[in-house]
């Protein structure tokens, strides 16, 4: 029998490669672990930041679309799991019906979720605060990366992983997701209803500033209409730099033992 695939999916300013120590570890748990780029990705961090128009001015759809199609091409249904945006475009996967399982780890707000703490505004507010650069590729600075990322992480480690992973990313998703609830057909809309999907995972920081923990207490109510498993996991003190940072483990052996809840794991 097959090893089950998995699917990870990184989010914004993030490169794929920063997954890599995930995909050693659930590759000796017996999974099937890949981390595709987005779309205008380069293989290397150092590619990426060489070619930053590449990036630019993707859309929440085209990057589902993206993924749906890597997912399309598998023989297994795979786990999805995706940290940030990539968790948001984890939560549209699974709501399409695509995925034996999906986990969305400090998952960008989909349609619907209300609450904006202003720590979430202070974080998104160096993109926001400029409507052109909707069409630009946009990089953090090391600030915006410690407030953002790396609240919970002594300098050393947040200059550390500045350094190792982050990359010029699109925008356009931040746009789109900040106005969803002002939009009737918005890309941030998710499929909240559907019982027919696989089980899925909420993981949340409690100290998390771009995603705060309220953001996805949110997200967990609007799945109360689903009889499908949804379920929500909370690190209290930990920021949204949980899945690259000194802990990444403990949200791994997390994500490992509920997966083997699920039925998906040897």
């Not at 990057?63 to 199609?69: C, I, P, R």
């Not at 190792?164 to 009737?184: D, E, G, K, L, Y």
């Not at 771009?210 to 499908?228: F, H, W």
Request: net charge negative.
């Amino acid at each position: 029998m097959a090893n089950q695939p998995v699917l990870f999916i990184h989010g914004l300013w993030l490169h794929a490669s920063s997954w890599q120590p995930w995909i050693d570890l659930f590759t000796a748990e017996g999974y099937a672990p890949v981390a595709p780029l987005w779309p205008g990705e380069r293989d290397t961090v150092a590619a990426t930041r060489e070619h930053p128009d590449d990036v630019a001015d993707k859309g929440i759809d085209e990057v589902t679309k993206h993924f749906a199609g890597i997912i399309e091409a598998m023989d297994v249904p795979p786990v999805i799991i995706g940290h940030s945006f990539g968790g948001l475009i984890t939560e549209k996967l699974i709501g399409e019906g695509y995925g034996n399982a999906g986990v969305a780890i400090d998952p960008a707000q989909i349609k619907g979720v209300l609450p904006l703490p202003f720590r979430q505004l202070r974080s998104s507010f160096p993109v926001l605060s400029n409507p052109a650069n909707i069409h630009k590729p946009i990089s953090l600075t090391r600030d915006q990366f410690a407030y953002g990322f790396a609240n919970q992480l002594p300098e050393e480690e947040a200059t550390e992983l500045y350094d190792r992973w982050t990359v010029p990313s699109t925008v356009r998703p931040i746009f789109q997701a900040a106005a969803a609830n002002f939009r009737m057909h918005s890309e941030a809309a998710v499929d909240t209803k559907n019982e027919d999907r696989g089980p899925l995972l909420l993981i949340a920081g409690g100290e998390d500033n771009t995603v705060p923990e309220v953001t996805t207490d949110a997200t967990l109510k609007q799945y109360r209409d689903s009889n499908a498993v949804t379920e929500l996991i909370t690190f209290r003190d930990r920021g949204h730099s949980l899945v690259i940072d000194h802990g990444w483990r403990d949200v791994a052996t997390e994500v490992l033992v509920w997966l083997q809840q699920q039925g998906l794991g040897d």
